[in-house]
């Protein structure tokens, strides 16, 4: 997952205002709340209304969205195991600048392999770092079907598609796991709301 680094004569830059200085002018840490599941699972909808709350109390979020990287950051890159290995290299590095600024930095990603995942987690820290898990069943997933992907999956028209031609590997112990085909949105992001009052991320 580590790319090789092929600019030379580059340096790391220490800055005069240090993170914990940023956090402290926020009034929160920074951290990365890692949204995975299958599409049509509830990832930016939950994301979308746990940014929502966070943000009526204070507290400043932004949320990384897989759709909408990839109509720039990432608008070169497709479906295939190696781009979609770029793909959330790519994103990881950037929510942990995000991160790093105080940001309270939410993802919404299908970002089916583990040890992707986990490449953020390790980036991040662990202290830092929240998997959730947008549970939802394929059959609830297809009936919801909001942009209409897995009917064309299903006739061939989307090669390599999550869940139907290409595999999703569940988290295996997520810091937070929500049912989103059993609870309601607000439910969900509430969950995710105490987790992070639980590890102390919504204070600096």
Request: charged share 35%; net charge neutral.
């Amino acid at each position: 997952m580590e790319k090789e680094q092929k600019a030379t004569n580059v340096h790391w830059h220490d800055h005069k205002v240090e993170r914990k200085k940023r956090e402290q002018l926020l009034g929160h840490k920074g951290a990365v709340i890692w949204c995975t599941g299958l599409s049509g699972s509830g990832k930016s909808t939950v994301a979308n209304e746990l940014s929502h709350m966070l943000h009526s109390q204070g507290k400043l979020t932004y949320i990384l969205d897989g759709d909408n990287v990839r109509h720039g950051l990432n608008k070169d890159l497709g479906f295939s195991p190696e781009e979609r290995n770029e793909n959330i290299r790519r994103i990881s590095e950037v929510a942990n600048l995000f991160a790093d600024a105080g940001v309270i930095t939410i993802t919404a990603f299908i970002s089916p392999y583990r040890k992707l995942r986990d490449f953020c987690r390790n980036l991040v820290g662990e202290d830092r770092f929240v998997e959730v898990y947008c549970k939802a069943s394929l059959d609830t997933c297809e009936k919801r079907d909001p942009k209409g992907l897995y009917k064309k999956a299903r006739c061939g028209e989307i090669k390599d598609f999550t869940g139907i031609s290409a595999p999703y590997e569940e988290p295996e112990k997520p810091e937070v796991t929500v049912n989103t085909d059993k609870e309601t949105v607000r439910e969900s992001a509430e969950k995710i709301k105490r987790k992070l009052e639980q590890m102390q991320l919504l204070e600096s």
